[in-house]
C-alpha cells in the first residue's frame, strides 16, 4: 500500500545548476519564503550576485570540495538530509544523532554532456561533463519524493512557485510525484546518452544491452488510425529532418505526415542535382531531377499526378517562387526543403492549410546510422541502409553494354529503389521516374504495375505512347525469374539495373539478350520491409 500523499513544507533548498535561466527569480522567490539555500560553485555565484544569502555546501558539510570539484555533494549530511523519511522515528533518530538536517528541495540540472558530445569535444573533455553528484542528487529525491521536491528542469519552477504560494509553502504530493517521475526519465536519458557515446569510442554499433531516449515533442491528435494515442519524440544522433525542422506555416502535422515527410526528405537527399520527391504512404509516386526545382517538379509530378493528390513534396535545395507556384496548384500535405527565400513563403501562404518545414540543411545519405524496428518483446536494430552505387561499382553482364545515358538513369532509378516498399520495381526516362511498383508479393507483379502506371499517366497527359517506352528499370532484389524482366522488356524498357545474385541468373541474362536488353549488376540489395 503506498503511503497517503501530503503536502510537505519547504525549509531548506539544494542548488545546483549548469542551466541558470530563470535561476535568480527563482532563488529570490525561495528566499523571500524564508527558505535556507544550500549551493556550490557557478550557482551559488548566480544566487549572490542576485543579492541573495546562500551556504556553501562546503560549509553545510563540515567538508571541503575536493579532487578538482568532483566530490562536493557525495556527502551523508546531504543525501541523509534528502533521504531521510519525515514519518519514520529511527530515520529521524539517526539524522539527530548525526546533526544531520532534512532538504526539502532539490534543483538539479545536470552537466552539459549530451551537448559537449555534439559539439565534438574529445574524449576527455566528454568524460570531465559526465556528473556524477547531479544523478546521485536527483535519484535520492526522486526516490523520497513522499517528503522531497525535485525539479530537474528551469520550466518547473513556476509549477513549485504557484503550489507553494497555493499551499502555505508546501508543495502537493501529486506534483511531487510527476516531478519524480521527470526526475527519472531525464537520468535515464542521460545515461543512455553516455552508455551509446562509450559504445561508440568502442566501435560498437551494437552493445550488449541496446539503450535509447528520447524527448516528447509532441503529442499528436492520433496514430496510424484515429483509434490510436500517438506522440512524436525527438532523439538519437542529430540529423536534419522532420525532428529538427521548424514548421513556418500550416496546421499541426499528424503521425502520418510525420512518417511519410520522413521519407520523402531521405529520398530526395539522395541526389546532388535539384531534385524534388513526391511521396504517399511511405512510397514514392514521383522522384525526378533536373536544371532546377521547378523543373524537377514538374517531371516527378508528371509521373503519377493522381497519386500525388495529398502527398508529401520534398525538396534538397531552398524553395524559390518559381517551383513554390507550381506546388500550390498541387493539394499536398506537406512540403519540406532545407530552405525558402521570401516570394517562396509568400506563394506558399495562401495555402494556409499547407505545412511547411524548414530543417536548415540536407541529411548526409552516405552517414552511418542504425535503424530500429520494435517486435512483440524485442527490437531488430540494423546499420541505416546508407549503401550507395556509383558507376564504377557496376558489372555489366549483358551483351550489350549500356549508353552513358542509360548509364545516369540506372544510377538514379537504382537510388529510388531503395526507397520504394519491397518488392520494389522502379522505371526511370531523361532523370525521373514513369513507373513505381511497390509493395507486392510477386516481382512480376511489381513490374507490371510499375509499367502499367507509366502507360497510364501517357494516356492521361494525351501522350501516343507509354513513358516506360526508352526507359530503364531498376529493381531492389534479384529477379529470381526472367518473368519480371520480361514485363520490363514488354513495357519498352532498354536496361536493367539489379542486384545479381540468384540461381537462374544465366537464365534471366539470356533472356535480357533475347530482348536486346542491356543488364548490369549492383551486388548490393535494397529491400525495405
Same mark, same amino acid.
Given at each position: ?45 548566480? +544566487? ?36 531521510? &523519511? ?28 549530451? *551537448? ?9 573533455? @566528454? ?30 519552477? *513556476? ?58 515533442? *509532441? ?40 512518417? /511519410? ?36 517538379? +514538374?517531371?516527378?509530378?508528371? @509521373? ?15 524553395? /524559390? ?35 511547411? +518545414? ?11 546510422? &542504425?535503424?530500429?524496428? *520494435? ?41 529510388? @529503389? ?105 551486388? &548490393? ?5
Amino acid at each position: 500500500m503506498t503511503k497517503k500523499a501530503e503536502h510537505r513544507p519547504i525549509s531548506r533548498a539544494l542548488i545546483s545548476v549548469s542551466d541558470k535561466s530563470g535561476l535568480a527569480a527563482f532563488g529570490k522567490f525561495l528566499a523571500e519564503a524564508g527558505i535556507e539555500l544550500l549551493s556550490t560553485g557557478g550557482t551559488a555565484k548566480t +544566487l549572490r550576485d542576485a543579492g541573495l544569502a546562500v551556504k556553501d555546501v562546503s560549509e553545510h558539510t563540515g567538508f571541503p570540495e575536493m579532487l578538482d570539484g568532483r566530490v562536493k555533494t557525495l556527502h551523508p549530511k546531504v543525501h541523509g538530509g534528502i533521504l531521510g &523519511m519525515r514519518g519514520n522515528a529511527a530515520h529521524l533518530d539517526a539524522m539527530a544523532a548525526h546533526d544531520i538536517q532534512p532538504i526539502d528541495l532539490v534543483v538539479v540540472n545536470l552537466y552539459p554532456f549530451e *551537448q559537449t558530445v555534439a559539439a565534438g569535444g574529445d574524449f576527455e573533455t @566528454c568524460i570531465e561533463n559526465i556528473d556524477i553528484g547531479g544523478p546521485t542528487l536527483i535519484r535520492a529525491a526522486a526516490k523520497n519524493h513522499h517528503d522531497v521536491t525535485v525539479l530537474v528542469e528551469s520550466a518547473d519552477y *513556476q509549477a513549485v512557485i504557484d503550489e507553494m504560494t497555493e499551499h502555505k509553502g508546501a508543495t502537493t504530493g501529486a506534483l511531487r510525484r510527476r516531478l519524480a517521475a521527470k526526475a527519472y526519465a531525464r537520468t535515464g536519458a542521460y545515461d543512455s546518452a553516455i552508455a551509446n557515446w562509450f559504445a561508440h569510442q568502442e566501435g560498437n554499433d551494437f552493445p550488449e544491452r541496446l539503450t535509447a531516449a528520447a524527448e516528447r515533442r *509532441q503529442m499528436l491528435r492520433y496514430g496510424e488510425n484515429p483509434h490510436l494515442a500517438a506522440a512524436f519524440y525527438a532523439g538519437g544522433p542529430a540529423r536534419p529532418g522532420v525532428a529538427s525542422a521548424r514548421q513556418v506555416q500550416g496546421k499541426e502535422l499528424s503521425y502520418n505526415n510525420l512518417s /511519410d515527410t520522413d521519407a520523402a526528405f531521405e529520398l530526395v537527399a539522395e541526389f546532388a542535382s535539384p531534385a524534388i520527391a513526391i511521396i504517399k504512404h511511405a512510397n514514392p509516386c514521383g522522384t525526378a531531377q533536373g536544371g532546377d526545382l521547378k523543373e524537377a517538379y +514538374l517531371k516527378a509530378l508528371a @509521373c503519377d499526378p493522381v497519386s500525388a493528390f495529398g502527398g508529401i513534396v520534398a525538396a534538397n535545395r531552398p524553395l /524559390d517562387q518559381a517551383v513554390a507556384e507550381e506546388i500550390a496548384k498541387l493539394f499536398a500535405e506537406v512540403v519540406i526543403a532545407p530552405e525558402a527565400d521570401a516570394a517562396a513563403l509568400k506563394v506558399l501562404a495562401g495555402k494556409k492549410n499547407l505545412r511547411v +518545414l524548414l530543417s536548415g540543411a540536407m541529411p548526409d545519405p552516405a552517414a552511418p546510422g &542504425m535503424a530500429l524496428r *520494435q517486435l512483440s518483446g524485442g527490437y531488430l536494430a540494423q546499420q541505416r541502409d546508407n549503401g550507395r552505387i556509383a558507376a564504377e561499382d557496376l558489372r555489366t553482364v549483358s551483351k550489350r553494354t549500356p549508353s552513358a545515358a542509360e548509364l545516369e538513369d540506372m544510377i538514379f532509378a537504382f537510388r529510388v @529503389c531503395k526507397h520504394v516498399k519491397s518488392n520494389a520495381i522502379v522505371y526511370v526516362k531523361n532523370g525521373a521516374t514513369v513507373g513505381v511498383g511497390a509493395g507486392q508479393m510477386s516481382r512480376v507483379d511489381s513490374s507490371r504495375i510499375a509499367a502499367w502506371k507509366a502507360a497510364e499517366a501517357a494516356q492521361a497527359a494525351g501522350e501516343t505512347q507509354s513513358r516506360a517506352i526508352g526507359s530503364v528499370v531498376a529493381s531492389d532484389a534479384f529477379f529470381p525469374f526472367a518473368d519480371g524482366l520480361l514485363a520490363a522488356a514488354e513495357a519498352g524498357a532498354t536496361a536493367v539495373i539489379q542486384p545479381g545474385g540468384s540461381i537462374r541468373d544465366e537464365e534471366v541474362i539470356a533472356a535480357a539478350d533475347d530482348a536486346g536488353l542491356a543488364m548490369v549488376f549492383t551486388g &548490393m540489395r535494397h529491400f525495405r520491409h
